[in-house]
């Protein structure tokens, strides 16, 4: 119990100085995904006829779209599916490269460390920040997504937003989860994020390419993005959310573990 | 009681390169002890280890009676730490940190800071961004004795404070030794360690080179004794005395130096027409540069 009151006051502490990046990320993904509402009733019938007209393999690149796209088909082509999962994991990245390796190179561990604090807890404190930070520009990007729909004249169901971009939030705070092992084994901030971007930008580049080349199509389970499934159509990965959220578990555990074991340098 | 510090044989190796080798340190509960050496000569990882940011190559040490790894926690919860290098939050203010470390450590306020702050002419309440070095310094510092923990480890703690607050510093120091708390203190700045510390060990290269009381040393400086005659004398009579050591002579005067008694130089000089005679005490300074000297090594 005393162990998690340490977490949280970590976590407390963490989240004030992050509340000004979270709403910034929140407002700007949120007036994006306004946008794409706003666009849709005049890009519905262009896309239509452009999907009636183009090569099959771009077709399937698009999803496989037939007859009249609805809002949902847009939002998750365009936004859900494409623009966040890609954008929004660097933000927790940055969370995680910060909580140990950032600390260490702007030399502030010693300090933090000082305190009656295991290590076990500043791993955990920054999964938190990173669940809490995410969750926060989620709630932010879905309120000002969803208030333009009536502004657009546009019909989209919040509960199917909500699942869209709820199934987000373990994919991203997977990423996060990756920049913080980085972070607890070497300290590099810079290599905290990049390590983990650069699996990220392979996973989606897999992901893509796989929709229109039979060659790398068997390669498209190893990336996330493939099993984020369409959950703005109501269908909700529940499967591969649980195994993403093991697999953060997993990595976070093994964060733990390798922070406890190495020597910390000023 | 157990000693406030206690090493056995600790080692701290990086790759082919050691840290601290074989050290051996006791500090006893309620005294000021001075670790010091030059650049590179080990005080800081010995503080890292004893702070378990640092695991041990070999050998083990205890810190107010707990294991320094397996019960760090514990340790921690009763030391208070001012890093020699440390960054802070630079958007933060003061206050802000010193109430985040209060509630990390279960305590609701702010402790001794308000106090310690007003001692060290410090301002709690502007963003840490905006500190200059010294003021860096004494939020270090004020972080470290706000909490009143029984422990003070201090890795050179007047790093960038000027004379006055140097002086406030080692009153506060002091002061914490008179409540029976125990300070450990990392420096190189002698004159500091020869006003304060009531024992001193000497580190080089990574090895104990010397642990005696602050007194002990200081008896063990080399006087500089300078004699003046009516006329030139024949300085290899003094060279040839026992524990007399760089002898020079200028005109009708003869300087030496001394680590042993006095009586055997008066006699050889009341041979002569002597005017003129003085002694020079040196610093903790030149006996720690004693400890350096390859060509007249203390034993050990």
Request: proline share 5%.
């Amino acid at each position: 119990m005393a162990g998690l009151t340490g977490v949280w006051i970590l976590v407390a502490h963490q989240l004030r100085s992050r509340v000004r990046s979270t709403v910034i990320w929140g407002v700007a993904l949120g007036a994006l995904g306004a946008l794409y509402v706003a666009l849709f009733p005049s890009m519905s019938g262009l896309l239509e006829r452009y999907m009636e007209e183009a090569p099959q393999e771009m077709q399937q690149y698009m999803g496989g779209l037939q007859g009249p796209i609805t809002i949902e088909q847009w939002l998750g082509m365009e936004f859900i599916n494409a623009l966040i999962p890609v954008a929004l994991p660097f933000l927790v990245m940055v969370i995680g490269a910060r909580a140990i390796a950032g600390r260490e190179e702007r030399k502030t561990l010693d300090l933090l460390l000082s305190n009656p604090l295991p290590r076990w807890q500043v791993v955990v404190a920054g999964l938190g920040t990173m669940a809490v930070s995410l969750a926060g520009v989620l709630v932010i990007t879905g309120v000002l997504t969803y208030i333009a729909a009536p502004v657009a004249g546009v019909a989209l169901s919040p509960g199917r937003l909500t699942a869209a971009l709820a199934a987000i939030w373990p994919l991203c705070l997977f990423f996060g989860s990756v920049a913080l092992l980085v972070s607890a084994l070497i300290r590099r901030g810079a290599l905290a994020i990049a390590i983990p971007g650069v699996i990220l930008v392979a996973m989606y580049v897999i992901d893509s390419l796989a929709q229109i080349s039979k060659t790398i199509e068997p390669l498209r389970v190893v990336s996330l993005f493939y099993h984020l499934g369409q959950p703005l159509e109501g269908d909700f990965p529940w499967t591969a959310t649980l195994l993403i959220l093991a697999g953060v578990c997993i990595v976070t555990g093994t964060a733990m573990a390798v922070f406890a074991r190495r020597d910390i340098y000023t | 009681m157990p000693p406030a510090i206690l090493t056995e044989k600790l080692t701290k190796a990086y790759g082919s390169r050691l840290g601290i080798e074989a050290l051996d340190l006791e500090v006893a509960p309620g005294e000021v002890f001075g670790f010091i050496g030059p650049n590179g000569a080990g005080k800081t990882t010995t503080i890292r280890l004893l702070l378990d940011l640092l695991h041990p190559t070999s050998g083990r040490a205890r810190v107010l009676g707990l294991d320094a790894h397996r019960e760090s926690v514990a340790v921690r919860r009763n030391i208070g730490y001012l890093p020699g290098e440390f960054g802070l939050d630079v958007r933060m203010t003061g206050r802000q940190l010193i109430h985040h470390f209060g509630r990390l450590r279960g305590l609701d306020g702010l402790g001794a800071a308000p106090w310690l702050a007003a001692r060290l002419d410090l301002d709690l309440d502007l963003p840490m961004g905006r500190l200059s070095r010294g003021n860096r310094q004494k939020i270090g510092l004020v972080q470290a004795l706000f909490h009143r923990p029984p422990l003070l480890i201090l890795d050179e703690p007047t790093t960038g404070l000027d004379p006055l607050v140097q002086d406030t510093f080692l009153q506060i120091v002091r002061e914490a030794r008179d409540e029976g708390r125990t300070i450990f203190l990392s420096s190189h700045v002698l004159s500091e360690v020869e006003r304060v510390c009531d024992r001193v060990a000497i580190v080089r290269s990574g090895r104990l080179a010397a642990l005696e009381t602050t007194q002990t040393l200081l008896e063990k400086r080399r006087k500089r004794v300078t004699l003046e005659f009516s006329e030139p004398v024949d300085a290899s009579l003094f060279a040839r005395l026992p524990g007399v050591s760089d002898v020079c002579s200028r005109g009708t005067t003869v300087s030496l130096r001394l680590h042993d008694g006095i009586d055997a130089v008066v006699k050889a000089a009341a041979q002569h027409s002597l005017l003129d005679l003085s002694i020079e005490h040196p610093t903790l300074d030149e006996v720690f540069l004693g400890y350096y000297e390859e060509r007249q090594p203390w034993q050990v």
